[in-house]
């Protein structure tokens, strides 16, 4: 093949990159978009497929828009905020087709993939901010932002406008004050500096802010604790900050180990007229608008479908699915693995005073191995990685009439649905919503027949 081409995109790639043909090899090129003509040149090729870098847009596409934020293109995250967004539904909806195969000639399961449901918002969407920090070589300065694409590279974000934006206020005042307190910024590589990850809960419903310090120590400092109580002195609606202790050689951003320093360890979230409770580590949706409305669609559904039902809800994080259905349920079972969450889950049930929700710490197969009970509906929400053949045997023992699968990841998503469907369910629909606007990724509520 040639070094330099010029090609036309076709398609979105599962990833969110474009890709070309040129004699049936598929070539990769990221930050394009169906319908662009664009100069390329490459630089991997293997014997199916090729990488091209994107030189020049020789044709825009239709589909092209100018990106609200001015480091897109440098920045992991949104990596098809250039394209308008309802193309964007369209193309999310696409990428759940092309995993069930839909225009092939053997379709990996025969389902009908609807129109992706929009989120209410696509600006100032992301009520969890995750930065790891870095600092300047010279000057010290911190730097926080997202990784670069495939790489552990910092991209300082000042702003952000996915985000609501005070957390860009918040981690620039985290910048302004470190050096005051001797906060340095981790180094990945040798292991050494202090401020390794910054996390920010925010409330889509009251604007409480939970600001979580990720530090390589296994004690707080009195400098650490100056340093929390400046950023919580400093803005009125940062409620609590908290210490996460992590000196792991890893990856993993926050550990269990979280100490709060002043306020409270918690944010109050309202969604569907439930107040939730979010701390440092809970799982909780990052688009809660658009949680919402997934969690309206499989309530209407099971309103208009059951009369006071049984329910399983596992993988519950802090029993959302659960606690949500729990009005209009006879009995919910809520099975999450992170004791935290229960515990947090816990509460909600309290302050809200709900009844009739059981909340197991427990690993779902691990639960259903032992339970005699049987539920109407089971409700699966796992997380990327998707369920194992145990919990999915067990969920098909226990299931009288509908198991809820509500999925991440489209592929996990299929490859489950197929051991179901070979286990003699039944599936007809997939409904996709959009909860991370602006990237390839899509959330799909499956209803699955059992009886
Ligand atoms: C995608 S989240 C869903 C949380 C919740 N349903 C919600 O909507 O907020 C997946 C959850 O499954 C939990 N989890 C992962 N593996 C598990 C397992 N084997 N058993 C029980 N819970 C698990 C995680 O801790 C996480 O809270």
């Known amino acids: 093949m040639e070094k330099e081409l010029v090609v036309e995109i076709i398609e979105l790639s599962n990833l969110g990159a474009g890709i070309a043909k040129v004699d049936g090899m598929v070539i ?23 990488i091209g870098k994107l030189i020049e847009i020789v044709t825009p596409s239709k589909h092209r828009v100018t990106p609200m934020c ?37 379709p990996k399961i025969n389902v009908l993939v609807g ?16 930065y790891p920090i870095s600092e300047t070589k010279n000057s010290k300065r911190l730097i926080a932002g997202y990784y670069k694409p495939k790489s552990h590279e910092i991209v300082n974000i000042k702003y952000c406008p996915i985000q609501p934006k005070l957390c860009d206020n918040i981690i620039e005042y985290i910048r302004e004050i470190a050096s005051t307190y001797n906060v340095s910024g981790y180094n990945e590589k040798k292991y050494s500096g202090l401020l390794r990850h910054v996390v920010i809960r925010v409330s889509s419903d009251t604007g409480q802010i939970l600001v979580t310090l990720v530090i390589n120590d296994t004690k707080v400092s009195k400098n650490i604790k100056h340093f929390a109580n400046d950023i919580f002195n400093n803005f009125d609606e940062v409620v609590g900050v908290c210490v996460n202790f992590n000196n792991k050689k890893t990856n993993l951003i926050l ?30 949706q990052v688009n809660p608008k658009s949680a919402e409305n997934i969690f309206k669609y499989v309530k209407n559904y099971i309103k208009d479908n059951f009369d006071k039902p049984t329910i399983f809800d596992a993988y519950a994080g802090i029993a959302t699915f659960g606690i949500v259905m729990s009005d209009i349920a006879h009995k919910v079972v809520s099975v999450e693995e992170n004791e935290q969450s229960i515990k947090i889950a816990n509460d909600v049930l309290k302050i ?35 369920c194992s053949i145990e919990s999915l045997d067990r969920t098909l023992k226990v299931t009288k009439s509908k198991i809820i699968y509500v999925s991440c990841n489209p592929q996990t998503l299929i490859r489950d649905l197929e051991y179901l469907i070979s286990k003699g369910a039944k599936v007809s629909f997939i409904q996709p919503f959009d909860m991370f606007s602006h990237s390839y990724h899509v959330e799909c509520v499956t209803i699955i027949d059992v009886e």
């Open 28 to 50: 990769f090129v990221e930050n394009t978009c169906p319908e662009d003509v664009v100069k390329i040149e490459i630089v991997k090729q293997t014997k199916n497929y090729a």
């Open 70 to 106: 001015p480091m897109q293109k440098v920045c992991g995250a949104c990596q098809i905020q250039f394209i308008n967004y309802d193309y964007q539904l369209e193309l999310k909806k696409k990428i759940v087709e092309d995993y069930v195969g839909v225009n092939r000639d053997n």
């Open 115 to 130: 129109n992706t449901i929009p989120s209410p918002q696509i600006k100032e969407f992301r009520h969890k901010i995750q």
């Open 255 to 284: 550990t269990d180990n979280t100490e709060l320093i002043c306020g409270q360890d918690y944010i109050e979230e309202k969604l569907c007229d439930i107040t939730f409770r979010i701390g440092s580590n809970t799982f909780f």
């Open 352 to 386: 809200n005073n709900i009844n009739n929700v059981e909340l197991h710490a427990m690993d779902t197969a691990k639960y259903l191995e032992n339970t005699p009970e049987k539920f109407d509906i089971t409700i699966l929400d796992p997380p990327r990685k998707g």
